[in-house]
């Protein structure tokens, strides 16, 4: 336990530029006092002390607005930036170095029963605001973006974005969508079906317009055939 609490406050340090010294950081940094909290209430709930541990969980809650239910696995270097709003449910497992940002919820769908909460693998990021549902893994080196909402299993080496999410970078390459925009390197779901709708009315005019010009063509010929025929009979 005082080996993770170690690597907590060192990740904090190498994470943060606003962080100076490793004192204050533990004086001041309300996502290190919560994880604190969670590893000391998850070492009673391993012993089956389960009261114990879910007391010094609430308390951290009321302290610093951040849930970390004394259940879940959490490993070595875990930061909670900011921090307010978190919530971590019973069944989440988190690997190595991950950073959350606040608003951050890993928890559950209300569908499933055992494991119920995410998994999550080494060096991820979750970005603030995000949703990660269900006994879904997320794999290593994964970033989610803020405010994504994420329901399915994502691969190592991935970054996901949107509404529901989806993955926007593989291996450190842009997955090419139907839309090719770019708002700052993450693609808007919203712009993206407009642009959809934008591509197919402008199909739609090309077809008109191909139309009006067939039709125009017929009543050209049309008018030409009735006038030579006049002519024949005058």
């Known amino acids: ?68 239910h004394p259940g879940a696995k959490i490993g070595k270097g875990f930061f909670i930036d900011h921090g307010m709003g978190v919530v971590i ?29 995410p998994t999550l693998g080494n060096n991820v990021m979750v970005g603030a605001g995000a949703r990660v549902l269900g006994p879904i893994k997320i794999g290593n080196n994964v970033k989610v973006a803020a405010g994504a909402v994420v329901l399915e299993p994502v691969p190592d080496n991935c970054t996901c974005v949107g509404v529901p999410a989806r993955i926007v970078k593989r291996n450190g390459k842009r997955v090419k969508s139907d839309c090719d925009l770019d708002q700052i390197h993450i693609p808007d779901p919203v712009a993206q079906e407009l642009c959809k709708q934008l591509a197919r009315i402008e199909k739609l005019e090309k077809q008109v317009k191909e139309m009006n010009k067939e039709e125009i063509k017929r009543i050209i010929t049309n008018a030409s055939t009735a006038k030579r025929a006049n002519s024949d009979k005058n």
Not at 31 to 51: I, Q
Request: hydrophobic fraction near 40%.
């Open 89 to 117: 449910g019973e069944t989440t497992e988190i690997g190595d170095n991950c950073l959350i940002y606040q608003g951050v919820t890993l928890g559950g769908t209300g569908k499933d029963k055992g494991k119920r909460h």
């Open 1 to 68: 336990m005082f080996e993770h609490i170690k690597a907590d406050i060192a990740s904090v340090k190498a994470r943060d530029p606003a962080a100076r010294n490793a004192f204050e950081i533990i004086l001041t940094y309300s996502g290190l006092h919560a994880v604190l909290a969670y590893r000391v209430s998850h070492w009673f709930y391993t012993h089956k002390l389960f009261t114990v541990a879910r007391v010094i969980s609430q308390t951290a809650r009321f302290l610093t607005g951040i849930e970390i």
